[in-house]
């Protein structure tokens, strides 16, 4: 239940716009809701409608702890920059998959091809999903922006709490006993540059990175005593501030102290003499002999060092949990009631793809691990490394608001209330629709009744962009396949349309980049055209676009349903000259739900405008995106290191440069790109005349 707290509210909303068209009504109904203690609420807000300022008034007043679900990175990296912009005295997280890529552990009997697990792990993203559980055990005035990867195990929260420890100015500590906690919680030793989840030894002064940060804890000892705690920038080593007390917590989610580890051993063997008797008994030796010898030599690696590749699949063991029981995931994190309830609040994104996408991920993950449990690849207790049910995480969140353009029926059917947000507070309607064929045609009439030879869907895209770029707008086209993405753009480049593509296989950081250059324009260095598949079509919010190229429209199937089509058409919706072209050869049943819907949505924003006498504004956003301010503090820090070098060699600009270059090969033979890069950019910035 929502209750009127006496209290300094957690949030403190920042915007210069007050709620406007729709939004005051839907905030209002929506509050109204969580005071009755409704479980399930939706908000049909059109493209455009702002249902995430919505979302952040009604954070504000329910003044609790919040997930934001999102069903993809990008949009989670957008969405969290929004929330950061809007609550910039609170703590926004971003928590996705930390993969660029990953190829999970399987075989394939038919073939007897073991594909072993293979992954790129961005230790960036590493860094923020660290950031994200300490923020949840630390505070309150915490909003999540995450994507399904939420559901996925995690590690225990209280292991992960009960393994950080505190230091505090005048604590008995001796050095051989903080470099053993340190290892203990996963810290790697290095005597080179610190990176997150790293630390160096320099007789009394110890220096820590936590996972979570990119500044290092200095740490001073005199007789056994810590004497001095000091925060310090990682690349200028200058300091930032002293402190009296700081938090080191582990280095990794998976996480155990040695009594747990030693108890998982003794389970986990206890299941291997289990399972390698029902093998055997079987006629399966192979797979018997084959499971002994993984799962002794992972058992060998958890005595020695505590962690093994693959430990995740011993999580039940390591965690005391039953056989079947769920995971913990980031749900566990956060804070519970007096009675043990979840007390937060989950707002579901773009919810008509997100809730599928939740309620699919346990069966895939399950028949795959099935395999390689029935072919002595992993123990049964693997299976228990898995990603919640559906009714799981139902069970493991409180009040739930879905938003989305087109809620699906699940929402319909659980929700207490649909509460609609159709007017734009900008006056924006939504986009003209004109059908276009794909096959080239002579004489072909347009939509102003004019007669012309007409060449097909792809000539006369090229003819409208390019009338689109001469005014300085942005064009989006939509392909079926990625390859067609890809080629299309390159012969759109070959046309002289500045362009690229954007599809899933793209790194969740060029992602973001990618979008920024576009928003951008050429005179910014970035591009006009960009071309995608279904990447491009919930929640992307690019206000610049004022044509969207829907290419075959008319292959009915997922990227070309109703609903996509209403998604991908209110792509337009955030411009005053935005318009869409379905290109098809016939009008499906798909494409006359999506343009009657359309239709009706216009015609109401229209009489509402006229009623009001309101003229429509194009949104007007900043370029902005989650690394960019991580990209600001490292120019910053250079600036700062520059700085300090000119003052270390009184200006001798020969003696810094030769230095500096001498690191830098160096670093490059020691193949540390990471370092060479920066010293590269510093010697760059040395090179200039000081400001």
Do not use: W
């Amino acid at each position: 239940m929502c209750k009127v707290k006496n209290t300094v509210p957690l949030f403190n909303l920042q915007s210069k716009f007050a709620p406007a068209g729709d939004q005051p009504a839907a905030i209002k109904q929506l509050l109204k809701g969580l005071k009755r203690g409704n479980q399930h609420q939706t908000l049909l807000g059109v493209t455009g409608s702002g249902k995430t300022f919505t979302m952040a008034n009604i954070i504000a007043a329910y003044d609790k702890p919040t997930l934001v679900l999102a069903h993809n990175k990008t949009l989670a990296a957008q969405l969290a920059q929004e929330y950061r912009d809007f609550f910039p005295h609170n703590v926004v997280c971003y928590f996705v998959s930390y993969y660029d890529y990953y190829q999970p552990e399987a075989y394939l009997p038919v073939t007897d091809t073991y594909i072993e697990k293979e992954a790129m792990i961005n230790k960036e993203i590493d860094r923020l999903r660290h950031t994200a559980t300490q923020a949840l055990l630390t505070r309150r005035d915490v909003i999540i922006v995450a994507s399904v990867s939420a559901i996925y195990g995690l590690g225990s929260p209280a292991d992960y709490e009960a393994e950080n420890f505190k230091l505090t100015v005048g604590d008995e500590m001796s050095r051989s006993k903080l470099l053993k906690k340190l290892v203990s919680i996963h810290y790697n030793r290095t005597n080179a540059d610190l990176t997150p989840g790293t630390f160096r030894g320099r007789g009394n002064l110890v220096e820590v990175m936590s996972p979570a940060e990119k500044s290092i804890i200095r740490i001073s000892l005199t007789a056994d005593v810590v004497s001095v705690l000091v925060e310090i920038d990682a690349i200028s080593c200058e300091i930032v501030k002293n402190l009296d007390t700081v938090f080191i917590f582990p280095a990794k989610h998976f996480i155990t102290n040695v009594a747990a580890r030693t108890r998982a051993v003794a389970t986990i063997r206890a299941e291997l003499k289990t399972q390698l008797t029902h093998l055997e008994k079987t006629g399966k030796l192979l797979e018997a002999e084959r499971l002994k010898r993984r799962t002794n030599y992972d058992l060998a690696l958890m005595r020695e060092v505590g962690y093994c590749s693959g430990i995740e699949n011993y999580s039940r063991h390591l965690s005391g949990r039953a056989a079947g029981a769920p995971p913990d995931t980031l749900l566990s994190y956060y804070p519970k009631n007096k009675t043990g309830q979840p007390d937060f609040l989950t707002i579901v994104d773009e919810s008509h793809v997100t809730i599928p996408q939740i309620a699919g991920m346990y069966a895939g993950d399950q028949s795959r691990k099935k395999t390689l449990v029935e072919h002595g690849f992993r123990l049964p207790s693997a299976l228990d490394n898995r990603p919640l049910t559906f009714p799981e995480f139902n069970q493991r969140v409180s009040q739930v608001i879905y938003t989305s353009a087109t809620p699906a029926d699940y929402e319909h059917e659980v929700s207490a209330q649909v509460v609609e947000q159709i007017i734009r507070p900008t006056g924006l309607v939504d986009p003209k629709i004109e059908v276009k064929p794909i096959m080239a045609r002579p004489r072909f009439k347009g939509a102003q009744g004019e007669a012309f030879d007409y060449l097909g869907q792809v000539k006369d895209f090229i003819t409208e962009t390019k009338m689109e770029i001469e005014k300085g707008h942005r064009v989006l086209a939509t392909t079926l396949t990625k390859k067609m993405a890809e080629d299309l753009s390159v012969y759109l480049k070959e046309q002289g349309i500045k362009a690229e593509y954007l599809h899933s296989e793209i790194k969740t950081i060029d992602r973001i980049k990618i979008l920024t250059n576009f928003r951008r324009g050429p005179s910014a260095g970035g591009f006009d055209c960009l071309v995608g598949v279904n990447l491009l079509r919930e929640g992307l919010d690019l206000p610049e676009v004022t044509l969207i190229g829907i290419l075959d429209a008319d292959k009915e199937g997922f990227l070309r349903s109703t609903v996509s089509l209403i998604q991908t058409i209110g792509r337009a919706a955030r411009n005053v000259d935005g318009r869409v072209i379905l290109y098809a050869d016939q009008i499906t049943a798909s494409m006359k739900k999506a343009i009657n819907e359309t239709n009706r949505r216009r015609e109401k924003q229209l009489a509402y405008n006229q009623e009001n006498k309101i003229t429509p504004q194009t949104i007007i956003k900043n370029i902005t995106d989650i690394s960019q301010n991580l990209e600001d503090e490292r120019a910053q820090a250079l600036v700062d290191l520059v700085k300090l070098d000119r003052a270390t060699y009184g200006g001798n600009m020969r003696k810094i440069v030769k230095e500096k270059e001498k690191q830098m090969r160096e670093a490059i033979k020691e193949l540390d790109f990471e370092t060479a890069a920066l010293l590269r950019d510093e010697i760059k910035l040395l090179m200039e005349k000081p400001k």
